[in-house]
């Protein structure tokens, strides 16, 4: 199975063991194997998806030197720059890139060496606000 695109969405899921329900991140993998090309749930977890609570975020291809997959939407924290920003996808340049205080700039392997990501907008929505204003 050869993997073209990998995605994540905030969801509403109910624990099949449990039953209980909460909010979580959900990883999906479009994949191709052979003719057949489909979306597929990456089961971490016994859980039905009750309900998507955000859009898909793509990948954006890169991770971090801990091994972190990054994805659009993530906050990451810039150690070389000591600025924080929010990754995204940018329709007018066709590219991933990252949104600081300051300017956006691209979103490439030479630059998330140093990056670690700190959270995403949907599990932490407050927290880019609060470093934006830290950074002012």
Request: with cysteine; glycine share 8%.
């Amino acid at each position: 199975m050869r993997i073209l695109k990998k995605m994540r969405a905030f969801c509403k899921v109910t624990d099949n063991k449990t039953g209980e329900v909460r909010n979580q991140v959900c990883h999906f993998l479009w994949c191709k194997e052979g003719i057949n090309t489909g979306l597929y749930f990456e089961v971490i977890e016994d859980v039905h998806i009750e309900e998507y609570l955000s859009e898909p975020d793509a990948w954006t291809g890169h991770t971090t030197k801990s091994g972190d997959d990054i994805y659009q939407g993530d906050i990451v924290e810039q150690k070389a720059r000591d600025k924080w920003g929010k990754i995204f996808y940018s329709l007018k340049e066709g590219r991933f890139m990252v949104q600081n205080i300051d300017i956006a700039h691209y979103l490439s392997k030479f630059n998330v060496y140093g990056m670690e990501v700190v959270g995403n907008v949907h599990e932490n929505p407050d927290l880019w606000d609060s470093k934006y204003e830290n950074q002012n």
